[in-house]
């Protein structure tokens, strides 16, 4: 993992969590865990204050000795050689950590003597309060805002397309969001929907996409039925406004504008691309908007509104800031970025000359240079949220992520350090408020019910070229193997389909080598084509101990598997699809559980008596689930005290009435949400 410190607070977090666990691999070394826990994070504590090239042969020391903890660590805890870890490797470990420790320990001496030592500014720290995103700061475009408003509210009656243009970071998708979410746009239309597009995308997925926000429904249409003609029905006679966003080609629009009538009553489409080739051929009446770029006091307006709300910018730092904005070359991603950087940085010359010079060394005429920009603001993130940030590299491009789902799934992967000072919930929202507010996350619909947020797509490049280098998400998309590294990723997520992979040639985690090493897998994913009956022997799921999350959506899981699954006693989160009616009783394995999802289509699950093994589960969702067995009349036996007091949320309940299902409803105190 390139990030050092990235990697020494995963590892902290990592640790932290196997000292909270009741296994019985890990009872045994316990103690010694939690003094590899101590002392790494006494050494840490040193380097996150400094430049770490000051004591590089030193730092270098350090990351090898961490990684070397744990493999060692996990070894033994997936019985991998165990016994010979446990009796030689982990003792010389932890002696080349003491010694680390000594050498570090003599270094603070030597800081106040060494006056040339570089210290970084203090450590970074997540920024609490909501303020940072209390409103996104609009600067410039206000003539390009008015002129798309009059062309959507008034203009011919017959469909026109209103077509935005411009480079990468231009604002093509932020001009297209303001004006399809003014009131006087709204009010105009009986219909409204979103569709991003991309470079990859599925026809069919997008034309479902905008028919549930046109219909207000929220599922999938059979596949007899054809989903354009579907869409176009529902569409005729209304007045529409459809923004097809991020189109990359001629193809792809003649493929997406069938469903879309043709009628005189003041329809419109807003269409955004890079392409002015794509722009002009969808044009009807309006030509193409070229976006042009910010200029200089537009983005020194927008760096200015950024750092010191509405204050005015010190003398001392107008002449440098000023350059910062010029230097931005009137990207508004630039700017934006940049103005994320300098707002969560103390407001001193020295610190913002830092800045104007990193941006000093790029040209902004490419993608690769904008990449230097994203780089420069990912730098300045704390280290406790990278983690987070990289997370978006495993949600497809142009996707957009539920607010509460994301930060589910940064608790059940582990990338998130509870503290005894604010709950877990409570640090999420703060992590997530500070990446919206250096504008690597764009946060969309802050006001409705259901709150979403995504990156921008060289945003999300970037994201996943890090991700990879870190070793943090990979996605197999082939049979054909995927790296050359024998260190498995993190997260592994397999798009399994047919025509690529074929029918009995799916081995994700390939040679015997790499099976090995994919015993230290945190997440497995695995979405696409059903998979046969022979995933349990494909996929080695015994193997994988440390396993926290596992999502399997396209096999149907049956008894032989659930029970491999079941001695993953690591397990946060599991998703699969079964027919299986009761929770076997090896499910009492899973007491880490956090997070149980199950499409059962053909059963109703029995909840009771496995429900109550699950002390720790948070999120209980399936497609039909009932406390007791309603063909029987057997009676319901619970013990006197037992509760699942941190259950918050149970879906798609069905509910038998009884004295009994009432008293149920008192095991579970912290319910926040119950559906039916």
Same mark, same amino acid.
């Given at each position: 993992?390139?990030?050092g410190?990235?990697?020494m607070?995963l590892?902290? #977090?990592?640790?932290?969590?196997?000292l909270?666990?009741n296994?019985?691999s890990?009872?045994l070394?316990?103690?010694?865990?939690?003094l590899?826990?101590?002392?790494?994070e006494?050494?840490?504590?040193f380097?996150v204050?400094?430049d770490?090239e000051?004591y590089k042969?030193?730092?270098?020391?350090?990351?090898d000795?961490?990684y070397e903890a744990?493999n060692? #660590?996990d070894?033994?805890?997936i019985?991998?050689?165990g016994?010979?870890?446990l009796?030689f490797?982990?003792?010389i470990?932890?002696k080349?950590i003491?010694?680390?420790?000594e050498?570090?320990?003599?270094l603070?001496?030597?800081?106040h003597k060494n006056?040339?030592?570089?210290v970084v500014n203090?450590p970074?720290?997540p920024v609490?309060?909501k303020?940072?995103?209390?409103?996104? #700061?609009?600067v410039?475009?206000e003539e390009?805002t008015?002129w798309?408003?009059?062309?959507?509210t008034?203009?011919p009656?017959d469909l026109d397309?209103?077509s935005?243009t411009?480079?990468?970071?231009s %604002?093509?998708t932020?001009?297209?969001?303001?004006v399809?979410?003014y009131?006087?746009?709204a009010r105009?239309? !009986?219909?409204h929907?979103?569709?991003t597009?991309g470079q +990859?995308? !599925?026809?069919r997925?997008?034309?479902e996409k905008?028919?549930?926000q046109?219909?207000?429904a929220?599922?999938?249409?059979?596949?007899?039925?054809?989903?354009a !003609?579907?869409?176009r029905r529902h569409?005729?006679g209304?007045r529409?406004?459809?923004?097809l966003d991020d189109l990359?080609?001629t193809d792809t629009w003649d493929?997406?504008?069938r469903p879309?009538? *043709?009628?005189e009553?003041?329809?419109r489409?807003?269409?955004?691309?890079?392409?002015?080739e794509v722009?002009l051929?969808g044009k009807?009446n309006?030509?193409?908007?070229?976006?042009?770029?910010l200029?200089?006091?537009?983005?020194?307006?927008?760096l200015e509104k950024?750092?010191?709300?509405?204050k005015i910018c010190?003398? +001392?730092l107008?002449?440098?800031?000023?350059?910062?904005?010029?230097?931005?070359? %009137?990207?508004?991603?630039? &700017?934006d970025?940049? &103005?994320?950087?300098?707002a969560?940085r103390?407001?001193?010359?020295?610190?913002?000359?830092?800045v104007?010079?990193?941006?000093?060394s790029f040209i902004?005429?490419s993608?690769?240079?904008v990449?230097?920009?994203?780089?420069?603001?990912?730098?300045?993130?704390?280290?406790?949220?990278?983690?987070?940030?990289l997370?978006? &590299?495993?949600i497809?491009?142009?996707?957009?992520?539920h607010?509460?789902? *994301?930060?589910?799934?940064?608790?059940n +992967?582990?990338?998130v350090e509870r503290t005894d000072?604010k709950?877990?919930e409570?640090?999420m +929202?703060?992590y997530l408020d500070n990446?919206?507010s250096?504008?690597?996350?764009i946060?969309?619909?802050?006001?409705g019910?259901s709150?979403?947020?995504?990156?921008? !797509?060289?945003?999300?490049?970037?994201?996943?070229i890090k991700?990879k280098e870190?070793k943090l998400?990979e996605r197999?998309i082939s049979?054909?193997?995927?790296s050359?590294?024998?260190l498995?990723p993190?997260k592994v997520?397999?798009?399994?389909y047919?025509?690529?992979f074929?029918?009995h040639n799916?081995v994700?985690?390939?040679?015997?080598?790499?099976r090995?090493s994919?015993?230290?897998?945190y997440s497995?994913r695995i979405?696409?084509?059903k998979l046969d009956?022979? *995933?349990?022997?494909?996929?080695?799921l015994?193997d994988l101990?440390?396993l926290?999350?596992?999502?399997l959506?396209?096999?149907m899981v049956k008894?032989?598997?659930?029970?491999e699954?079941?001695?993953?006693?690591?397990l946060?989160a599991?998703h699969?699809?079964?027919?299986i009616?009761y929770l076997?009783?090896?499910f009492?394995n899973l007491?880490?559980l956090e997070?149980?999802?199950?499409?059962?289509d053909?059963e109703?699950?029995?909840l009771l008596? %496995?429900i109550?093994d699950?002390?720790?589960?948070?999120?209980?969702?399936?497609?039909?689930?009932s406390?007791l067995?309603?063909d029987?009349?057997?009676?319901i036996?619970i013990?006197?005290n037992?509760k699942?007091?941190?259950l918050?949320?149970?879906?798609r309940l069905m509910?038998?009435y009884?004295?009994?299902t009432?008293d149920i409803f008192?095991?579970?105190?912290?319910?926040?949400q119950? #559906?039916?």
């Amino acid at each position: 993992m390139s990030d050092g410190l990235l990697f020494m607070h995963l590892l902290h #977090i990592h640790l932290n969590d196997l000292l909270d666990s009741n296994s019985y691999s890990i009872a045994l070394i316990k103690k010694e865990i939690g003094l590899v826990k101590e002392e790494l994070e006494f050494i840490r504590s040193f380097f996150v204050n400094i430049d770490q090239e000051r004591y590089k042969d030193l730092w270098t020391r350090v990351l090898d000795v961490a990684y070397e903890a744990k493999n060692v #660590i996990d070894s033994i805890i997936i019985r991998d050689n165990g016994l010979l870890h446990l009796i030689f490797s982990l003792p010389i470990t932890m002696k080349k950590i003491r010694l680390i420790k000594e050498d570090v320990s003599q270094l603070p001496e030597k800081i106040h003597k060494n006056k040339s030592l570089i210290v970084v500014n203090s450590p970074k720290k997540p920024v609490e309060g909501k303020s940072l995103t209390a409103g996104k #700061i609009s600067v410039g475009f206000e003539e390009d805002t008015d002129w798309i408003i009059s062309k959507l509210t008034s203009g011919p009656k017959d469909l026109d397309v209103i077509s935005i243009t411009g480079m990468p970071g231009s %604002g093509k998708t932020t001009l297209a969001y303001k004006v399809y979410n003014y009131k006087s746009v709204a009010r105009r239309f !009986d219909i409204h929907a979103w569709c991003t597009v991309g470079q +990859e995308y !599925d026809k069919r997925k997008l034309l479902e996409k905008v028919y549930n926000q046109v219909t207000g429904a929220d599922s999938k249409l059979s596949e007899n039925i054809d989903v354009a !003609d579907e869409l176009r029905r529902h569409l005729f006679g209304k007045r529409y406004l459809v923004v097809l966003d991020d189109l990359w080609d001629t193809d792809t629009w003649d493929k997406l504008i069938r469903p879309f009538p *043709l009628v005189e009553n003041g329809s419109r489409i807003i269409l955004t691309s890079r392409e002015m080739e794509v722009a002009l051929y969808g044009k009807r009446n309006t030509d193409p908007l070229k976006l042009r770029l910010l200029k200089s006091e537009e983005s020194w307006e927008l760096l200015e509104k950024r750092a010191f709300g509405e204050k005015i910018c010190p003398d +001392e730092l107008l002449d440098v800031g000023k350059e910062t904005a010029k230097n931005c070359k %009137g990207l508004p991603l630039v &700017a934006d970025l940049i &103005a994320g950087v300098i707002a969560g940085r103390e407001k001193k010359k020295s610190v913002w000359l830092e800045v104007r010079n990193n941006l000093n060394s790029f040209i902004l005429n490419s993608e690769v240079e904008v990449m230097k920009v994203i780089e420069l603001s990912y730098d300045h993130l704390p280290h406790q949220l990278k983690p987070c940030f990289l997370h978006f &590299a495993s949600i497809p491009k142009d996707n957009a992520s539920h607010k509460h789902l *994301l930060k589910m799934d940064w608790l059940n +992967e582990g990338l998130v350090e509870r503290t005894d000072m604010k709950s877990v919930e409570e640090v999420m +929202e703060v992590y997530l408020d500070n990446l919206i507010s250096c504008s690597l996350v764009i946060s969309f619909n802050e006001i409705g019910s259901s709150p979403t947020c995504q990156l921008h !797509d060289l945003v999300h490049d970037f994201c996943l070229i890090k991700a990879k280098e870190g070793k943090l998400f990979e996605r197999i998309i082939s049979s054909a193997p995927s790296s050359s590294s024998d260190l498995m990723p993190r997260k592994v997520t397999v798009d399994y389909y047919t025509n690529v992979f074929g029918i009995h040639n799916f081995v994700p985690f390939g040679s015997k080598k790499k099976r090995c090493s994919s015993k230290h897998l945190y997440s497995l994913r695995i979405t696409g084509d059903k998979l046969d009956n022979s *995933l349990s022997d494909i996929c080695h799921l015994r193997d994988l101990r440390l396993l926290r999350v596992l999502e399997l959506c396209s096999s149907m899981v049956k008894h032989s598997l659930l029970n491999e699954i079941c001695m993953l006693n690591h397990l946060r989160a599991l998703h699969i699809v079964t027919e299986i009616k009761y929770l076997p009783l090896s499910f009492s394995n899973l007491s880490n559980l956090e997070s149980l999802m199950v499409e059962n289509d053909k059963e109703d699950m029995v909840l009771l008596p %496995g429900i109550w093994d699950l002390v720790n589960l948070r999120v209980l969702s399936m497609d039909s689930c009932s406390f007791l067995d309603m063909d029987t009349e057997e009676p319901i036996l619970i013990t006197e005290n037992i509760k699942l007091k941190n259950l918050r949320i149970l879906d798609r309940l069905m509910l038998s009435y009884s004295k009994d299902t009432v008293d149920i409803f008192k095991r579970f105190p912290n319910l926040q949400q119950l #559906i039916f």
